[in-house]
């Protein structure tokens, strides 16, 4: 079960577009996503960030009648932007990963609110964001892969939170999170199709 916690900005977006997505009556259970909506080139952007690995996911443009399906269209971001990340080489792998995150991700509760230390670092993205379409790209993503593309960026950032004594980088956190998922037999044999790659290059 998919958590998510919104800004206010963003919860009016919600409410406004008649999204009805049930009340969380426990603030401790649940996969936990922040999301707060900015607005770029006069267009709303959703940046939506996991609570341990501070990876963001960058939605631009939507409809009001995405707003009202937000839950739906979230699950299915989060469902592809795994199976991009691990990229696994083993067609069986990358099936029992999309199977366990999709099921993680079958239904949706929400609560007003975003901690403080997430919502610094969904500051520090939107600020990435914002530079890098203004001043890299001169235009918005027009697609989902330009988004994650895009979001390749913020997420190849080093962060911090309070109490930690060292950097981190969001996607490899999440991404390790996310072979945690599979099965330990799996697990095991599980390689990035970079390092496939490279390991058929030198036979």
Known sequence: MIHLHTSK?????????????????????????????ITLMRKK??????????YALIFVGLK??????FDKILASRIVAEASWLCNLPQPGSNEQLITVVERKCLSTVWSQGLNRSVQSHIRQVADDVESLVHCRFERLP???KEEFSLGSYVNDRYRKRKGDKDYFVPYKVWRTSLLALIPPQTRSNVVSLADFRKRRGNI
């Open 64 to 69: 009001k009648k995405d707003f009202a399906q």
């Open 142 to 144: 027009e697609s989902a």
């Open 9 to 37: 900005t963003f919860n009016d977006d919600l409410t406004k577009s008649g999204c009805v997505l049930p009340l969380a009556e426990n603030e401790n259970v649940g996969w936990h996503w922040y999301a707060h909506r």
């Open 45 to 54: 952007c959703i940046i939506v960030m996991e609570e341990n690995s501070r």
